[in-house]
């Protein structure tokens, strides 16, 4: 079941879930995922994505950056630089968006090697029954 992600919410529960998707989606980006194979940075990295998911939220919900800030306990300066993409975490979460503005919000989950492969197997096999099919359907019109 999908759900509809606001990219302008209105109310709590619509920040809430453009929120959580620009992170979620930030955090599953290919440059994300390599910078988080460093386990010192990794905790870092997680605090600064989530801020600035939640500060855009906000931002595109028509709060100021004094509220922002406030509400998440953080200076105002914090907040401006994730906005103005002037942090990598800000610059990730302004890009994530402009995605979900223009292909829509999809969240795709990274498949390991074993499953990659597993599902190309699948997907020449499913080719393979297709074609088998075709060649008894032809039989079968000439008989």
Do not use: C
């Not at 992600?5 to 809430?16: A, F, Q």
């Not at 004094?66 to 990598?88: C, M, V």
């Not at 919000?105 to 990274?110: A, L, N, S, W």
Request: aromatic residues 4%; negative net charge; hydrophobic residues 40%.
């Amino acid at each position: 079941m999908s759900e509809e992600i606001p990219l302008s919410p209105v109310g709590r529960e619509e920040i809430h879930k453009l929120e959580y998707s620009l992170l979620v989606g930030t955090l599953f980006r290919p440059e994300v995922l390599e910078e988080l194979r460093n386990p010192s940075e990794r905790l870092t990295w997680i605090d600064s994505l989530a801020v600035a998911a939640s500060a855009l939220a906000r931002e595109k919900a028509k709060m100021s950056v004094s509220q922002i800030a406030e509400e998440l306990g953080r200076t105002e300066a914090t907040i401006r630089n994730h906005l103005q993409g002037k942090t990598k975490a800000g610059q990730l979460i302004l890009k994530t968006y402009e995605d979900f503005v223009r292909e829509g919000v999809k969240i795709g989950f990274p498949v390991s090697g074993e499953a990659a492969e597993a599902e190309e197997r699948l997907r020449m096999l499913e080719e393979k029954v297709n074609r088998v099919r075709e060649s008894l359907n032809q039989i079968l019109a000439q008989l």
